[in-house]
């Protein structure tokens, strides 16, 4: 689905309590940042934020990072955000191809909700459920690897399942129509059209 472009998309975005600039400078002191000692979640393609903010609400002792590479996706968010008090979130704009850059042993769990399949076969090594990616998240980790993942594309589903197993990741959850407490905007969607949920939940030690 292309993204639709919003006038002054990066000042609405940069502008919000929430958005971490320069956030490569926290990589290592995060809870240097939300001042505490909580376990730190993140969420690699926030879009418009409805998942990580909910977390965020629900979960008040863990701390989460949205992380979304274009601007315009999170202005919804911002917005929302302005409305809201919440101490236990942050929001990132950042590709997510250098995320190693962001953080270093701090990360408790990672989700990947309805990310870009590339469907194509010489685009593999580009989705966030890769070997390269895989590698990557290694250096993210405090210990304990956790993954959850949802995706209506059954094909990237089957893709991952080999992926993190080859990699070494141990299914803990899986179902191929899973309804969720917590939805995000394409998950509502997608729902609405009577088109299954793919999730699993995989960790590695």
Known sequence: MRLKHIKDADIIVN???????????????WKELFQN???????IGSGRGKFIINKA?????I???????????LVKAVKRLEEIDIKNLKL????????ENLFEKEINKIYLNFSDPWPKKRHAKRRLTSK???EKYDKLFTDKKVIEMKTDNDDLF???L????????????INRNHISDITTEYEDKFTKKGKNINYVKVERI
């Open 162 to 173: 080999i992926s993190f197993e080859e990699y070494g990741y141990k299914i803990i959850d």
């Open 15 to 29: 502008s919000s309590i929430y958005t971490v600039k320069d956030a490569e400078k926290y990589k290592g002191k």
């Open 57 to 61: 609400l629900q979960n008040k002792n």
């Open 132 to 134: 390269v990616f895989l």
């Open 63 to 73: 701390n989460y990072i949205g992380i979304e590479k274009y601007d315009s996706a």
């Open 92 to 99: 990132i704009v950042y590709d997510a191809s250098s995320i």
């Open 37 to 43: 000692n909580n376990d730190i979640e993140i969420e």
């Open 158 to 160: 089957d893709y991952s």
